[in-house]
């Protein structure tokens, strides 16, 4: 599985440590809200709920360079439009992955 990395960040920051410091803040309290939220809407059952907070979560798997893991969300968002969940699994996993790798940094 890919690991998270700051290079999009360091990228966006263009050498400014306070808005690297500020992006990986936003970053550190809105994922564990938004990963909240969506375990919330998948216990009960609403996929619009899960596709929404998947489509919020897609963007910080994104700015933590996981592209392999984008293209997973980016698949599991527009499943759920089917009310398809084969890849809430493979979701999670990133989930747990990105979790693990926020207490590092």
Do not use: C, Q, W
């Not at 992006?23 to 998948?42: A, C, G, H, Q, R």
């Amino acid at each position: 599985m890919e690991k998270p990395n700051l290079e999009y960040v360091h990228k966006l920051a263009n050498g400014d440590e306070s808005v690297r410091k500020m992006l990986l803040d936003v970053i550190k309290t809105e994922f564990p809200e938004e990963k909240k939220d969506y375990y919330n809407s998948l216990k009960n059952n609403d996929y619009k709920k899960i596709e929404e907070n998947v489509h919020r979560l897609k963007h910080k798997i994104s700015i933590l360079g996981l592209e392999k893991s984008y293209k997973i969300a980016n698949e599991f968002e527009h499943n759920l439009r089917e009310l398809n969940i084969d890849k809430a699994e493979d979701f999670d996993k990133i989930l747990i992955g990105i979790s693990a790798y926020l207490k590092t940094i």
